[in-house]
């Protein structure tokens, strides 16, 4: 099958655009799961709950540096280690009714339909991705879906670089690649790699902060493939 002109970088016509996504806040629509999870690690030692204007707002990665923001201070070991517990546990008990973010089935099967290639990545445990990814039926359209796999306070960035590294193979390359998510951690993960990113307002950061990026920020998915073969021309 062909590559569209329009999927293609310059200087190298044959090279298709390659797209990895990431998957909390952004294919998967579990923003709701998240506060709720958030609320309840907070209940844990008396904290009044966020809003998700607020949780929006102030976001960032690592997630000890979050829970400074709301708590006013770094929570202590013992502290950071319920609270952790108490997320993992009220999310991924709502993470299975979460539902695909607003047209990401249609756009995954759109894009390989086109002869283009895409990749799944997170920091959710592989061992958990993959069979959420799995159940929602769309792990035939990813070269790969890679979770974290080992410490909670892996970075993006480095995972990334793992991730790119695994793709090389299948021809994938960083100067091709747009990666598309909804925290300002994935912009600086591309940027690290050589790649690009365009963010998505719907998970976890406020368009404000998303912003602080400098890259482009769209509303839906769709003005965000429609964002990355823009970025290809």
Known sequence: MSIPATATRPGNPSAPVHIVWDW????????????????ASFAEFGFAPVTLEQYRELYVVPVPKFYERLMGRLPTEAEWAVMDD???????????????????RELLH???????????????????????VQAHGIDRHFLRVDGRVGSSHTSKAGHLVRHMAALADSGVSAGHTILI????????????????????????????????AGVEVVDTL?????????LAE
């Open 24 to 39: 909390n806040g952004t294919l998967l629509h579990d923003i709701d799961a998240v506060l709720a999870a958030t609320n």
């Open 86 to 104: 108490t997320f993992h546990r009220y999310y991924w008990a709502a993470a299975d009714a979460a539902g695909l973010t607003e047209g990401a």
């Open 110 to 132: 759109d894009w390989q339909a086109e002869g283009l290639t895409q990749s799944l990545l997170s920091l959710a445990p592989h061992e958990k991705l993959l069979p959420l």
């Open 181 to 212: 998510g909804d925290a300002v951690d994935d912009a600086l993960a591309a940027a690290h790699v050589g790649a690009r990113a365009v963010l998505y307002t719907g998970g976890s950061h406020s368009r404000r902060s998303l912003e602080s």
């Open 222 to 230: 769709a003005e965000a493939v429609r964002a990355a073969r823009r």
